[in-house]
């Protein structure tokens, strides 16, 4: 699970697009922003960041300032772990917002707020229901025993059924174990005010067996982060191998032979670095969409890799028209099944996909992939959505 890892701060040049509410954090904040192109030829307003840590990453996420990530590399292997971890935090990121937004909108439309509500009709609690965060975590701290026996209440029996699941490894009920109180941690300070302070309540054992059924759910939906990191991984790899071996046939700076070039380790490393020279670049760009404190639904994670991006940019505006433009557009199934045989572990990639497929539509999240090559440019662009 992202942020499991001793180190969490990782040097990988990273650039972020702000959202509107990001924007006005950072000029608040007196912090410097900067102007910068994208893969597919946008302007953003953000920051380029040579290392970041993992949890400062996901509470921008959850604050709801962070619209897209990108990452440019020429080699994405080596920093295979850490693209593993970054992409499950993004995903996690998501239903960790989803969460809140699922337990606040149940919360108050349940009959306890009803009721207060009818009774103070001038300080409603609803969505548009703003109350100063660090008065209610004052409260709160002076509340820290009531709030904990709250969540107590609710893990106790989801902890227990974890633990005495027998099909799940130790490790695995580790990960569940963090898992369950991470996302209880996520909720608003609002949601635990009420919580504790009408613990006494008849509606309160309602609201707490709704909470134990929705994070159930959701402890269901975080598999998919691991899954959709694989797949991410293993189209990162086809894709740097595809370059090499484009790179080799063409001769690169010398006499290579392209057959060898993915087997020989010093052939591949003297390779990358002159197509590092050569500016020859994978992008991997991720895109949040939708991300909304007051709308639980709607959202959606988009993931795009553009390989050989310096012909993209030209191509920016037939793209986006397709007029005039040779495009073939497929499935990612087919793309996979017509890969040249320069490109191995195929059957691989059909795997993870497969099981990404099927997975996604057990919990409920629609998931689409398609590709975009244009023909005589080399040119390949894979984008991957998944809506929660």
């Known amino acids: 699970m992202a942020g499991n890892r001793r180190n969490s701060t ?3 040049p990273l650039r972020i697009s702000l959202t509107e509410e990001g924007i006005n954090f950072f000029i608040r904040n007196k912090k410097k922003l900067n102007r910068f192109q994208l893969a597919d030829g946008s302007e953003a307003y953000g920051i380029h960041l040579k290392a970041f840590s993992l949890p400062s990453l996901q509470q921008m996420m959850h604050h709801n300032y962070i619209t897209r990530f990108e990452i440019a590399q020429t080699e994405f292997m080596a920093k295979r772990q850490e693209i593993l971890d970054f992409s499950k935090l993004i995903v996690y ?30 300080n409603p609690i609803d969505e548009k229901t703003r109350i100063n965060e660090s008065f209610l975590e004052g409260v709160l701290a002076k509340n820290t025993a009531r ?13 227990r059924g974890i633990n005495e699941n027998g099909s799940l490894l130790p490790e695995e009920k580790n990960i569940q174990l963090l898992s369950s109180e991470r996302y209880l941690d996520k909720l608003r300070p609002l949601i635990w005010f009420i919580l504790s302070r009408y613990k006494d309540s008849a509606d309160y054992l309602s609201l707490i067996e709704l ?46 032979d392209p057959e060898k070039v993915l087997y020989d380790p010093k052939l591949r490393s003297s390779l ?46 037939k793209i986006n028209d397709k007029k005039g433009l040779n495009m ?19 059957e ?6 497969s099981y990404l497929s099927d997975e996604c539509s ?15 440019r080399d040119l390949t662009i894979i984008t991957l959505q998944l809506q929660f």
């Not at 149940?106 to 009709?121: E, F, G, H, T, V």
């Not at 909304?292 to 012909?311: F, K, P």
């Open 211 to 256: 909470i134990r059924r929705t994070l159930l759910s959701f402890l269901e939906k975080s598999k998919i982060a691991e899954y959709l990191s694989l797949m991410i991984l293993e189209l990162l790899a086809n894709a740097e191998n595809t370059n090499l071996h484009a790179y080799a046939r063409k001769g690169g700076n010398g006499s290579v």
């Open 362 to 376: 057990k919990v409920g999240i629609r998931f689409e992939s398609n590709v975009h090559q244009i023909s005589n």
């Open 328 to 346: 073939r557009e497929k499935s990612l199934t087919e793309f996979y099944q017509q890969a040249p045989a320069s490109v191995p572990n195929t």
């Open 147 to 159: 709030v904990n026996e709250v969540k107590a209440e609710i893990l106790a029996p989801i902890n």
């Open 272 to 317: 990358i670095k002159e197509m590092e020279s050569a500016g020859e670049k994978i992008y991997l760009d991720w895109r949040v969409r939708g991300l909304n404190a007051a709308n639980s639904s709607g959202e959606r994670l988009e993931v795009t890799l553009y390989n050989r991006d310096s012909e993209y940019r030209e191509m920016r505006d």
């Open 348 to 353: 691989l990639g059909l795997y993870y996909l």
């Open 93 to 122: 990121g998501m239903l960790y917002r989803k969460f809140d937004a699922a337990i606040f909108s149940n919360l108050i439309n349940s009959d306890l707020i009803r009721q207060w509500n009818r009774n103070n009709p001038a």
């Open 10 to 12: 990782f040097e990988i």
